[in-house]
């Protein structure tokens, strides 16, 4: 099975850099994904990392490191509407699971 | 428009009244899914399937039951609901493997009395 540990609160202002951690423990290992979620709408797909490094996608990235079985998404010149909750996401080798982090809320203040 | 729909969107019923919530997709993916949100707990899978026939447990199926006769439907069915079972789900799907990009519906918010 998979166990996916992210930050629950994160607070920010305007204009500022954010990044939301995700370290994840599995049998087998696939891929890290990330998506946003406004109140309880449906989720949106925002990057997926299956190699080490950096995935830029505008102000938006997302980090892996296989070896430390961590990721990051970097959520940069943050912006009101960027106020959601960002979920990680890992689909293990051995199977097509796809088990999702409790999820991050992040908070835009002006 | 492409889009995964789910009916109903609210439901609120009875402790042991069967119910079916329906799920489609127009986009002719391969990979359907369950998934339940619950507050602190984030998405976690009921059910997915990888085609037509082929379905199989996610990390929490007790309670649940699922049918993918044809490749765009794919029902979540609650055959004795419990008040456990209050919750919001959502179905998504993905062009043919869960590490895709999945594309989710909006949520039917169940209450189980």
Same mark, same amino acid.
């Given at each position: 099975g998979q166990s996916l540990e992210q930050p629950s609160e994160v607070t920010a202002v305007e204009g500022a850099i954010v990044q939301i951690n995700c370290t994840y423990q599995t049998s087998g290992f696939y891929g890290l994904s990330w998506y946003q979620q406004h109140d309880g709408g449906a989720p949106t797909f925002l990057s997926y990392n299956a190699l080490d490094g950096l995935e830029e996608t505008g102000r938006f990235s997302s980090f892996l490191s296989r070896s430390d079985s961590y990721g990051y998404l970097l959520l940069q010149?943050?912006?009101?509407?960027?106020s959601a909750s960002y979920f990680c996401a890992v689909r293990d080798e051995g199977d097509y699971k796809l088990s999702f982090g409790a999820g991050t809320t992040v908070t835009v203040r002006a | 428009e492409a889009q995964v729909t789910q009916n109903p969107r609210y439901l609120i019923t009875v402790t042991g009244k069967k119910l079916t919530v329906t799920c489609s997709q127009n986009?002719?993916?391969e990979y359907m899914s369950w998934y339940r949100q619950d507050p602190g707990l984030g998405l976690r899978q009921i059910y997915y399937s990888m085609n037509v026939e082929v379905t199989d447990k996610g990390d929490v199926p007790e309670g649940y039951k699922v049918s993918r006769k044809e490749k765009r439907n794919f029902p979540l069915i609650l055959e004795s609901p419990s008040p456990n079972q209050t919750s919001l789900y959502f179905c998504a799907s993905s062009p @043919?493997?869960? @590490?895709?990009p999945q594309h989710f519906g909006d949520g039917t918010r169940l209450s189980i009395l």
């Open positions: 010149e943050l912006q009101m509407k960027d | 986009m002719n993916h @043919d493997r869960g @590490d895709q």
